[in-house]
């Protein structure tokens, strides 16, 4: 029964645009949080989490998030997302995520801001 | 406003992972039959996952009782939701600050229009609601 996560990553030139897709409660959460600190190990400073295939989040996978993003502040890197539904938005606005992390709303602004 | 129960469903569900996803279908096909608006609907799936996710994390109970109710009179104008576990109970003001079932209940009130827990030795009942 349990709801699996696929996370995908495209490499582009020093910054990383992570996919997901499925439901991000705790077992996607950490699958997000795997990719992303390989990304660091491998250099990568500027990350953008692309939730257009998410429609779904808990606040378990939610303050896994807010983990990853602590680790980015540590290292001085950047994290956005993009392409959230609006209810997922509010969520993330509810939980003070969007506070540490910029929302944009598509993946081109998110990836021009980021590397400004 | 009369609050008369036009519609009553109720689960009854295991506490297995995922579990909360079988209620946030049905919260989401109730809300449909009444027409709510996509996003009105969207915002009570995941309270309604909230719901279930601490009924599972923290209760100890081997199931969660999840009853969606549309009021109104002649017409639907609310849904009510209400999540019961006869579990251990808890306290909100005890909660850690980093807890993340904090975060749930801080996402529920966010989410609808309305929201009251109750919670003792007996068990918790989360009841939450939303206008049409």
Redesign the interface.
Known sequence: MTETLNVTVDRRDGLAVIYTEGYINNQGGEEIAKVAYKLLDEGYKLLLLNLAGTKIVNSIGISILIEIIEKMLEIDGKLGFCCLTPTIEKTFHIMGLAQYAPIYSDEASAVAQIRA | MSEDVLREVTLALPM??????EA?KTAAAIAESIRMSP?RI??I??AV??AC?NAL?YSGAEEVFVTFQVLGDPDPEKLRIMVVDHGIGFSPGDMPKKS??G??L??MR??MDEMEIHSGPGGTTVVMSKMR
């Open positions: 297995v992972p995922d579990m909360e996803l946030s996003d969207d915002e799936r995941h996952i909230e996710i994390e993340k079932r975060h749930g801080k996402i966010g989410l």
